[in-house]
């Protein structure tokens, strides 16, 4: 398995807080992403990242920050926590150049609450 | 602009027997195309991936997938499936060009019956 890991696994929080989530690799691969999982929408692609402090916005990035200042973090924020953002979050890197040929290593997943 | 329709939300087969699941996508460019699977409360494992070469691609635990371009067409298949493998599945297609992300299928989870 690709050196991913994300912190928390698990939170429960509530409306209008703020919440951060981490990525963290141990492979040096450049590209970083952040995914959103829910049911009957597969994956959908909130924030990515092509190097330290160059980041981009996916296809859901309303309500999300990111922040990259080491190759090996990628963080995702929830500014003001909303229920609509209760999901899984998956965190995924590529290594190299980006072609249409670069795989995607996935994270464990962060089980997202808001109430 | 790239799309991926997976056919199927449900499949369900008895162990043993082949299972066929279904992928269509389109693509501006050509596409390189994935396949992922996720057992219950895990992440996503890549279980192939077809990058214009041979259009009969050969991945882990026994699935392979056929590319067909005329059909706009990337079908995931298991001659004989086993239990081990009910599981969630998703098709993935590259949109290339300097972004890198995937476009993502709905899903299609199979149930393998004993």
């Known amino acids: 398995d690709a050196g991913i890991t994300q912190s928390p696994r698990h939170k429960v929080t509530e409306t209008g807080t703020p919440v951060t989530l981490r990525c963290h690799q141990t492979?040096?691969?450049?590209?970083m992403y952040w995914y959103r999982q829910d049911p009957g929408h597969g994956l959908r692609l909130i924030h990515y990242?092509?190097?330290?402090?160059?980041?981009d916005k996916g296809e859901v990035s309303d309500g999300y920050s990111v922040s990259r200042s080491k190759t090996e973090d990628f963080l995702l924020t929830l500014e003001s926590a909303t229920s609509s953002q209760t999901s899984v979050y998956f965190c995924?890197?590529?290594?190299?150049?980006?072609?249409?040929?670069?795989?995607?290593?996935f994270g464990p997943g962060t089980r997202l609450t808001v109430l | 602009a790239q799309s991926v329709t997976q056919l199927d939300s449900h499949v369900s087969v008895s162990e043993g027997t082949p299972v066929l699941l279904r992928c269509n996508y389109s693509s501006s460019y050509s596409p390189s195309l994935f396949w992922y699977v996720q057992h219950p409360n895990k992440g996503l494992q890549l279980l192939l991936k077809?990058?214009?070469?041979?259009?009969l691609v050969k991945g882990i635990n026994g699935f392979e997938a056929e590319f067909n371009k005329s059909q706009t067409s990337f079908h995931l298949r298991k001659p004989s499936v086993h239990i081990s493998d009910t599981a969630e599945y998703f098709c993935a297609v590259s949109p290339g060009g300097s972004q890198g992300n995937l476009i993502f299928g709905k899903g299609t989870k199979l149930s393998v019956k004993p």
């Open positions: 077809y990058t214009s070469a041979a259009t």
């Open positions: 995924a890197i590529s290594d190299g150049t980006v072609t249409s040929t670069d795989t995607q290593y």
């Open positions: 492979e040096n691969h450049r590209y």
């Open positions: 990242s092509y190097g330290v402090k160059d980041t």
